[in-house]
């Protein structure tokens, strides 16, 4: 399954955990994985806390500390920082389920993570069954 998302920043962290989850619920899986990929070179995925929103806005801020968006870089493009995020980062978590459940830690959620925004992006999202 193919889903959109529609990122409103230039650098933002969308919460895709009940999307996912719903997915879940719609395939049928019992026991096994859902896969999130994100078909993208300058976004990513990761897992990450939802309690406090200051986490992500660290996170945030920490990326542009080490990577700024205007660096010392020769991409032709002008958005290196957001490649070398979205590779730190990641194109792809995995996530146990268990009787139907994402077997997330309480303060857990899946964040789509956009590093050159706003933009219309996609996330593929894929059950593998087993124990
Ligand atoms: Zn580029």
């Known amino acids: 399954m193919i889903m959109n998302v ?12 009940r999307e ?3 997915f879940v619920e719609q395939d049928g899986l019992q026991d096994g ?18 309690g406090d929103p200051a986490v ?7 990326l ?7 660096g010392d870089y020769t991409h032709f493009e002008g958005n ?9 980062l990641g194109s792809s978590c995995t996530v ?3 009787n139907g459940k994402l077997q997330l830690g309480t303060w857990q959620s899946i964040y789509f993570c956009e590093f050159d ?9 894929k059950t593998v069954s087993g124990r």
């Open 33 to 50: 994985f859902v896969v999130v990929y994100v078909p993208h070179t300058t976004a990513a995925v990761t897992i990450n806390e939802n």
């Open 64 to 70: 542009n500390k080490v990577f700024p968006v205007q």
């Open 6 to 17: 529609r990122t409103t920043q230039g650098q933002q962290f969308i919460d895709i955990t």
């Open 117 to 125: 925004g706003p933009r219309q992006r996609k996330v593929h999202l």
């Open 20 to 22: 996912v989850q719903k």
């Open 96 to 98: 146990p389920v268990e």
């Open 56 to 62: 992500v806005r660290d996170i945030i801020a920490t």
């Open 80 to 88: 290196s920082h957001a490649h070398i995020k979205a590779s730190l």
